[in-house]
């Protein structure tokens, strides 16, 4: 049974930083590419970045040069580096597979605000 739980969000202000985590369990994590999608009000789900098995990375254009995602195989674990915030940043972050397999954690909720 796939089991995906997100942590590491909050408030923040305007050009702030956060770091998410996700714990995998339930498949081969070292064999499955991971990603990170989230949802702000009232707007549809979102992939924002995902990450191969070999840690090659890819982003949206809203989030490039500034969200950076990684993964440590050994801890079953995928991150998600967030620098310099800004309000429509604000949503809920869940992790998943690439592509999307319909399994989501609780997502974790990250607000952007002064």
């Known amino acids: 049974q796939v089991q995906l739980v997100e942590s590491g969000g909050g408030l923040v202000q305007p050009g702030g930083s956060l770091r998410l985590s996700c714990s995998a369990s339930?498949?081969?994590?070292?064999?499955?590419?991971m990603a990170w999608y989230r949802q702000a009000l009232g707007k549809q789900r979102e992939l924002v970045a995902f990450?191969?098995?070999?840690?090659?990375?890819t982003y949206s254009d809203s989030v490039k040069g500034r969200f950076t995602i990684s993964r440590d195989n050994a801890k079953k674990t995928v991150y998600l580096q967030m620098n310099s915030l800004k309000p429509e940043d604000t949503a809920v972050y869940y992790c998943?597979?690439?592509?999307?397999?319909?399994?989501w954690g609780q997502g974790i909720q990250v607000t952007v605000s002064s």
């Open positions: 990450i191969r098995t070999a840690s090659e990375s």
């Open positions: 998943g597979t690439w592509p999307s397999r319909g399994s």
């Open positions: 339930g498949f081969i994590f070292s064999f499955t590419a």
